[in-house]
């Protein structure tokens, strides 16, 4: 499941791509397909190890074949160069982080003037319900520590000289679930349910459940989605 969408982010052969926050790095395997030179940077030694393992099952299936690192590091005192990367994604990371302003200037830097850089955060008022329905969701270690508006969020990047191209929203489908399993408990039956058919969707990707979505994706997106580029 991919929140940034690459249709909007272009990325191909010889690109340079930091996916900071990768988790467990949906949007660096899909840069790595894309013949990027990819890496990925978490603070989670164990997600990285899945990370590294799973860079060399698509070398070795054929899908990919440019260099890919995984590298442990805090996302506010990134080991790399100024202007080293011509794309960097910060894909559902800056809620998590106590110094927000940091991060955003450590993936600034490192980006190359005339870069482009992917942010996507928990949409404002989706975010809210969660939060307002369990404790659980935003009290656990590592948990989301603030709620983006959109204009919070476009202030921030300005404020670190960058310049916003787009935006949209996504995962429409699946705020209910986490409202439901803010509700219920993700034990219940019908949280179960609803995350088969989550699943499902994700692997089939049937057209139908696609465009329902989309449609619905700018009044009910899970994700606030932003790309903002550079200065020259």
């Given at each position: 499941?991919?929140?940034v969408?690459?249709?909007?982010?272009?990325?191909?052969a010889?690109d340079r791509?930091?996916?900071?926050?990768?988790?467990a790095?949906?949007h660096?395997?899909?840069?790595?397909?894309?013949?990027?030179h990819?890496?990925?940077v978490d603070?989670?030694?164990?997600?990285l190890?899945d990370v590294r393992?799973?860079?060399s099952?698509?070398?070795?299936?054929?899908?990919?074949?440019?260099?890919a690192?995984?590298?442990?590091a805090?996302?506010?005192?990134?080991?790399?160069?100024?202007?080293?990367?011509s794309?960097?994604?910060?894909?559902?990371?800056l809620?998590h982080?106590?110094?927000?302003?940091a991060?955003?200037a450590?993936?600034?830097?490192?980006?190359?003037?005339?870069g482009?850089?992917?942010?996507t955060?928990?949409r404002?008022?989706?975010?809210?319900?969660?939060w307002?329905?369990?404790?659980?969701?935003?009290?656990v270690?590592?948990?989301?520590v603030?709620?983006?508006?959109?204009?919070h969020?476009?202030?921030?990047?300005?404020?670190a000289?960058l310049?916003t191209?787009r935006t949209?929203?996504?995962h429409?489908?699946?705020?209910?679930?986490w409202?439901l399993?803010?509700l219920?408990?993700?034990?219940?039956?019908?949280?179960?349910?609803?995350?088969?058919f989550?699943?499902?969707?994700?692997?089939?990707?049937?057209?139908l459940?696609?465009?329902?979505?989309?449609?619905l994706?700018?009044?009910?997106?899970?994700?606030?989605?932003?790309?903002?580029?550079?200065?020259?």
């Open positions: 499941m991919l929140t969408h690459f249709g909007r982010f272009p990325v191909g010889g791509v930091l996916d900071l926050g990768c988790g790095g949906r660096a395997f899909e840069a790595h397909k894309r013949g990027a990819v890496v990925a603070i989670d030694s164990a997600v190890k393992d799973m860079f099952a698509l070398v070795e299936a054929g899908e990919a074949d440019t260099p690192l995984a590298v442990r805090s996302g506010s005192f990134l080991p790399f160069p100024d202007n080293t990367f794309h960097v994604i910060v894909a559902e990371t809620e982080v106590l110094d927000d302003r991060m955003i450590e993936a600034v830097r490192v980006l190359k003037p005339g482009l850089i992917a942010v955060v928990p404002w008022w989706p975010e809210r319900i969660c307002a329905l369990s404790d659980a969701y935003h009290e270690e590592g948990g989301h603030r709620i983006y508006r959109r204009s969020l476009l202030r921030r990047l300005r404020g000289g310049r191209v949209h929203h996504a429409a489908l699946h705020s209910p679930f409202w399993q803010c219920l408990g993700q034990e219940n039956t019908v949280v179960k349910r609803y995350h088969d989550l699943v499902w969707e994700i692997i089939a990707a049937p057209r459940v696609r465009l329902l979505d989309r449609a994706n700018p009044v009910l997106g899970k994700s606030l989605v932003v790309y903002a580029r550079k200065a020259t």
